[in-house]
């Protein structure tokens, strides 16, 4: 019985990671002088193989990884929704992924205007 208390603990406890269809990323958000900076690591994906958007003040951070090893499909997915706490210069959202690293940088703004923006990662 204990055994099976403490595998459910153990699963509870690591539920968090599990998010949708993917595996939640590690994600540290900074405030700097200029806005928000968010790093995400995502080692192993390519940059097209990630899709970053901005939308009512969520970050969005999905990738996708497919291939086969020996005739065997298989792929790699993670996601990852973070609500910034102020409004954001949606326009001026910028992101670089080197390393495995994703670093995205959100302008604080008085006035932001609330729409989709699908940003480019260079």
Do not use: C
Not at 46 to 53: A, N, W
Not at 73 to 94: K, N, T
């Amino acid at each position: 019985m204990n055994r099976l208390f403490e595998e459910m603990r153990h699963a509870m406890s690591e539920s968090h990671f599990d998010v949708g269809y993917g595996r939640s990323i590690p994600v540290r958000t900074e405030i700097d002088g200029d806005g928000y900076v968010v790093h995400a690591d995502l080692p192993g994906f390519e940059t097209s193989e990630i899709d970053l958007r901005f939308d009512d003040g969520v970050l969005t951070i999905e990738a996708l990884h497919e291939g086969s090893d020996d005739g065997e499909a298989w792929s790699r997915s993670v996601h990852e929704q973070l609500r910034l706490p102020g409004d954001v210069d949606e326009a001026d959202i910028e992101a670089t992924y080197r390393n495995g690293v994703l670093e995205i940088r959100l302008p604080a703004e008085d006035a932001a205007e609330k729409i989709s923006h699908r940003i480019e990662i260079e």
